[in-house]
């Protein structure tokens, strides 16, 4: 039995992917109109400062000022294409951060699949690597905070999935053994092994049609949608 069930945020409950390259691709825009220069090209180079960052995250890097990071990262790509020009990199961060705010929105189903939950008695909790800087502004915006019992950020606790203790703790917190939780996430490496390394059921809402890697172990469930995620699930609790 299922009585708890803890969810990753970005690409999990929204289409944070598209949000940012909206957001991105909007910044690099601007700067191609003002600079001549191909969007295409600066688009490309700060997306792959974005995954190069998120893909490093650790807890020793977990106390770096995001705002100011993306505004480096931004500099890194002007760089990349022959612009050096800290303002405009500075400029280029806080544009991208308003236009953002335009394009985050839940995934169709996310909110009522969080409330067909709750009525069922399951506890929720929200684990994500974000930063309380820009994720409680986020889940603000979504209107998640009243969806759940506990939200653990990763700058927050100290910790980033795939550390099995993040896990262990949100169980405890809940108040709730940790087989008796399911863990949904779309990263494989940061939610599905980290969920598993933590004695939990894993649903793996596998968004961009991964494999899972060799000798990785396989989620208890594999998903495409927000909206499969209840029939993936074991039943809850039976007062």
């Known amino acids: 039995m299922i009585e708890a069930v803890l969810f990753d945020l970005d690409d999990t409950l929204h289409d944070d992917t598209l949000a940012y390259q909206r957001a ?33 995250l ?33 400029r280029c961060g806080a544009d991208y951060n308003r ?21 069922q008695g399951r506890k929720l909790a929200m684990i994500t690597n974000g930063f309380a800087e820009t994720h409680r502004e986020k889940i603000a915006i979504l209107q998640l905070e009243e969806a759940f019992d506990e939200i653990f950020i990763a700058d927050e606790v100290g910790m980033v999935k795939p ?11 809940l108040g709730v053994a940790p087989e008796r939780c399911a863990m949904v996430g779309d990263r494989y490496d940061r939610d599905i092994r980290g969920g598993h390394d933590a004695g939990m059921f894993t649903v793996w809402m596998n968004v961009r049609d991964e494999t899972v890697p060799a ?8 998903v495409r949608t927000i909206a499969e995620v209840e029939d993936a699930l074991p039943p809850g609790r039976k007062d």
């Open 24 to 56: 991105a691709r909007r910044v690099a825009h601007d700067v191609a109109a003002e600079r001549a220069i191909d969007t295409e090209r600066l688009f490309e180079a700060y997306v792959e400062q974005v995954q190069t960052f998120w893909q490093g």
């Open 58 to 90: 650790s807890s020793a890097t977990l106390g770096t000022p995001l705002v100011g990071l993306r505004a480096r990262m931004w500099y890194a790509a002007l760089c990349e294409i022959g612009i050096d020009d800290t303002a405009l990199a500075e």
């Open 99 to 119: 236009y953002r705010r335009d394009f985050l929105e839940l995934w169709p189903g996310a909110a009522l699949l969080l409330a067909r939950l709750r009525l």
């Open 163 to 173: 550390d099995p203790r993040i896990f262990q703790l949100a169980a405890s917190r």
């Open 215 to 222: 000798g990785g172990p396989q989620p208890n469930a594999i």
